[in-house]
């Protein structure tokens, strides 16, 4: 397994012992408002999933918790190569974080891992994503209407993609 350091963040394979703190940012409306999910209702539901986490070959190779001094404040990576995602708990919005750990995590899969390109799947009413992703390279490569459902609402996808870098 790996761990990712950056200026601020410690990016790190996932344990039993995260779920409270991961339960906090999925049962919030706002953090999950552009998830593939509902918020979580109840801890066991966010153990579960975190399960599904702990028992994936990605865990701590290509998707990883996001520590800042200590605290558990999200995820980011690549739960299923080639596919990038990542979530924050709103305290930690719009202060450089998410673009800090994608950083990390990006340079990382295209070191160890022989992906021609990274892929992201975003909500276009998720305008801080999609800047996020351009401002990391990512480039807009189609778009889907009503592309999976989530809770009661049908959701559109923009798709991106951030071609490997050249060597050299």
């Known amino acids: 397994m790996t761990e990712l350091r950056t200026e601020r963040l410690r990016l790190r394979a996932a344990s039993p012992a995260d779920a409270a703190a991961l339960h906090r940012i999925f049962t919030d409306p706002e953090a999950m408002r552009y998830w593939s999910r509902p918020p979580h ?3 066991e539901e966010t153990t579960r999933w975190l399960r599904s986490m702990l028992d994936s070959e990605a865990n701590g190779v290509t998707d990883f918790v996001v ?4 605290e558990i404040i999200g995820k980011a ?4 190569l080639p596919e990038v995602g990542f979530i924050l708990a709103r305290p930690f919005w719009r ?3 998410a673009h800090e750990a994608l950083r990390a995590v990006i340079a990382r899969v295209f070191a160890d891992h022989p992906v021609e390109a990274l892929e992201a799947d975003v909500d276009p009413r998720n ?18 209407e009503r592309t999976y ?3 009661d609402e049908w959701v559109d996808s923009v798709y991106l993609r951030l071609a490997r870098p050249a060597a050299g």
């Open 77 to 80: 990576g690549c739960w299923r």
């Open 95 to 97: 202060r450089g974080f």
């Open 149 to 151: 459902r989530v809770g």
């Open 67 to 70: 520590e800042y001094e200590g």
């Open 127 to 144: 305008e801080a994503c999609l800047g996020l992703l351009r401002k990391l390279g990512f480039e807009e490569t189609g778009r889907a």
């Open 41 to 43: 209702r109840a801890l």
